[in-house]
């Protein structure tokens, strides 16, 4: 199962992050071969959220001032709802995940995470799905929102909730493996 063997995947979060949007994407993505470095906006700590209450501290490989993504065969949006809401805010991180869409890079973004893609700029015309408190949000930003446990299209993947980390991970790797050429 090393399909992903030499792959590197930026997962790019902040403070309050839904801890098992990363953690079982992550451990998926490095079982497969890939290596997964977790990016934010400051080097250190952050802390993820577990469901309801603060959950553990992750170590960020890389700061996003230092991270350039050219060096990245794809990128991992995990959710929550503090965590886009932040960094939606950084100018930086939205041009770091515009750059994947410019270059046709693979990008999974799961619950509240499609809000950095209302940011970007990258919904208009794509097929979707998020945690449906955000639908309203990516139909205006033009997008086509649907009700489904995993969608692809073109270089994105979505998923809805932590439920569907099994199928979105699967799409994922999936997209990542076969290259980018499917016509939106």
């Known amino acids: 199962m ?7 995947i930026a997962a790019l979060m ?6 098992v949007e990363l953690t079982e994407p992550r451990q998926a993505l490095e079982a497969a071969g890939a290596t997964v470095h977790l990016i934010a906006p400051k080097g250190g700590e952050i802390k993820g959220w577990d469901h309801t ?30 965590n886009p809401d932040k960094l939606r805010t950084e100018q930086k991180a939205v041009q770091f995940i515009q750059s994947f869409f410019e270059e046709e890079k693979p990008v999974a973004a799961i619950c509240h995470a499609p809000t950095l893609l209302v940011e970007a700029d990258v919904v208009q015309g794509r097929t979707l799905t998020s945690y449906p408190s955000i639908q309203t949000d990516l139909v205006n930003a033009g997008a086509n929102w649907v009700d489904q446990e995993v969608v692809t299209d073109g270089n994105l993947v979505t998923s809805r909730k932590p439920d569907d980390i099994p199928a979105f991970n699967e799409a994922f790797i999936k997209l990542i493996t076969s290259g980018v050429t499917a016509d939106r």
């Open 14 to 19: 902040t403070e309050g992050f839904e801890q």
């Open 2 to 8: 090393n399909e992903l063997e030499g792959k590197k």
């Open 53 to 82: 209450e603060w959950g553990d501290s992750f170590d960020v490989d890389l700061p996003l001032d230092g991270a350039d993504p050219g060096q990245y065969d794809a990128l991992l949006l995990p959710g929550g709802v503090m």
